[in-house]
């Protein structure tokens, strides 16, 4: 019997299988599908020659995680590539901010834009600078993170600790009025906060931002060379060098509880597999709840509030083969691994307002990623690898583009959508149609078929909004990885912190485990004495 069972394979499931064996225990990973990785993967979607990242792509999060830097993934053949440029953002005004490594080349491109950005832009940064270590400790450990939190208190005066807590809140809209004199730069940090599911003025998303603007910053945008699934595979050949047994194909049904403990889980097959430490779920929420523990082991509070859980915005995402790079008229976007595309902040919160009424949108916000200059063996010489994804209501009431595109994803719905997204590139890339040799769709329902943590095309494992983070997270009262099940640990990004390859989720359900365990042995041998 193995000392931990971990259900998923995903990036979360991957960190906290190596923590428990770096700590001695014996660990099966148990995953649904045929290939470990969850949402990091990569394949030859199209035609051969030219390698496709099928859900996740770029991480800066991984970069900058403590958790995925310990495992020094280096020694066991991951590479991490970065573009010339890490970010543009082309307008059909003809701006195109742009982010770089070099704060002084990122400081130029928005000064460029408008008189007083650069400097702008180093300021935000320099408050980034001060306060990163704190921040992101207190971002990625288990809630309330009180020594990270003590290091981001110590690094502001006293003076600052409500401008810095009032700043944490601003929308896109209104941090960039009090930041920058123009739109453009603006538009470059709100794109980043679009990565999650807040509109321009939403409070939180100036944050989200700002974050994820800085990261990129610090340390770029990187892709795995080959591929998105060489970072998977780098954790698997950790693994399995000490010892863990990872099996594919074997979905689990049921987590077995026995007198309030989880003590083993049922396979599809009928199999029980015993852990007898613990159970570490890489799941959704809903799914770990409802599912396989079952409302009968939990108080009806907790299953009313796991029935409220608020998921993300649907995706839809097109895979490309071109015959050459994307022919961008802005030439910063040319150099860039990720592009983003939508003219305005105000077209952002159109295409946002029309999300939230559930329409799709005419005009539709899109975050492209092109191969060739961050990574060439992905691709023939010449040739390019392009991806670009975009968000559409989990539920659809019409369709704000006229062209009837409904719930049901057809094959019509699906080519409708997207000819938008490619028509929304060759505004600002004409020419751009002609290079494509052909592409791939995933729509919500094909990206839930392929990944069924992918709820209905749901990227960020539940909403980053302010109603569902820390103590919310992901249920009010819970934001750590303990269950109200002894032994049982949730460890997917429906977790604290919640979504992005950053191993936290993962992380910290291992480390509540090892704990979770520590302390039934005292228990255990205090027991006696009484």
Not at 52 to 70: H, M, R, T
Not at 109 to 128: I, K, M, N, S, V
Not at 510 to 524: H, K, P, Q, Y
Request: aromatic share 6%; proline share 7%; hydrophobic share 40%.
């Amino acid at each position: 019997m193995p000392d931990a069972v971990v259900i998923g394979s995903g990036p979360n499931g991957l960190v906290a299988a190596n923590l428990l064996v770096d700590h001695g225990w014996s660990v099966v990973v148990l995953e649904a599908v045929d290939e470990p990785g969850g949402a990091v993967k990569s394949k030859e979607l199209v035609e051969p020659g030219f390698v496709n990242d099928e859900f996740s792509a770029f991480y800066p999060l991984a970069a900058a995680s403590k958790v995925i830097g310990g495992l020094h993934l280096e020694d066991h053949g991951l590479r991490w590539r970065r573009a010339p440029l890490v970010l543009a953002h082309p307008s059909s005004d003809g701006s195109c901010p742009y982010l770089s490594t070099d704060i002084e080349e990122t400081a130029g491109a928005l000064e460029a834009c408008a008189p007083g950005d650069g400097e702008a832009w180093r300021t935000l940064y320099q408050r980034y600078e001060r306060v990163r270590e704190g921040l992101l400790g207190a971002l990625l450990t288990p809630f309330p993170a009180i020594p990270a939190l003590a290091r981001l208190v110590g690094a502001l005066r006293p003076s600052e600790l409500l401008r810095f807590a009032r700043f944490g809140v601003l929308s896109m809209r209104r941090l960039g009025e009090e930041s920058f004199s123009g739109e453009a730069s603006t538009r470059l940090l709100a794109g980043n906060g679009l990565h999650a599911d807040f509109s321009p003025d939403h409070s939180l998303g100036g944050f989200f931002a700002w974050l994820l603007t800085s990261l990129g910053q610090d340390v770029g945008y990187p892709v795995p060379e080959g591929g998105a699934g060489n970072l998977a595979r780098a954790m698997v050949r950790r693994l399995e060098s000490r010892g863990a047994e990872i099996r594919c194909s074997t979905p689990v049904t049921r987590v077995v509880i026995r007198d309030g403990r989880a003590v083993a889980v049922v396979t599809a097959d009928g199999t029980e597999i015993g852990a007898s430490r613990a159970v570490v779920a890489d799941v959704p929420a809903p799914a770990l709840f409802l599912d396989l523990v079952g409302a009968e082991h939990l108080s009806p509070a907790l299953v009313a509030d796991v029935r409220r859980f608020d998921w993300d915005w649907a995706t839809v995402k097109v895979d490309w083969t071109l015959d050459a790079p994307i022919p961008w008229e802005a030439e910063p976007a040319r150099r860039a691994g990720t592009v983003h595309v939508i003219d305005s902040l105000d077209r952002m919160t159109i295409a946002t307002a029309q999300l939230a009424a559930k329409r799709v949108p005419d005009r539709p916000f899109l975050i492209v990623g092109q191969q060739s200059m961050t990574d060439p063996t992905r691709q023939p010489a010449g040739k390019e690898t392009a991806w670009a994804y975009t968000h559409v209501p989990r539920h659809i009431v019409e369709d704000a583009g006229g062209q009837g595109i409904g719930d049901a994803w057809s094959e019509r719905d699906t080519e409708l959508m997207a000819d938008r997204m490619e028509a929304e590139i060759e505004r600002l890339a004409p020419g751009f149609r002609g290079l494509v040799r052909g592409r791939h769709v995933f729509t919500p329902v094909s990206l839930e078929q392929a990944n069924p943590s992918l709820v209905r095309g749901a990227i960020n494992g539940g909403t980053a909004q302010l109603h569902q983070q820390l103590v919310f997270r992901p249920v009010p009262g819970l934001a750590r990885a303990e269950t109200p099940i002894r032994g049982l640990y949730l460890g997917s990004s429906s977790a604290h912190p919640g979504g992005g390859v950053h191993g936290a989720c993962g992380s910290n359900a291992a480390r509540a485990a090892i704990l979770g365990d520590r302390t039934a042995s005292i228990v255990a041998r205090l027991r006696p004495l009484r």
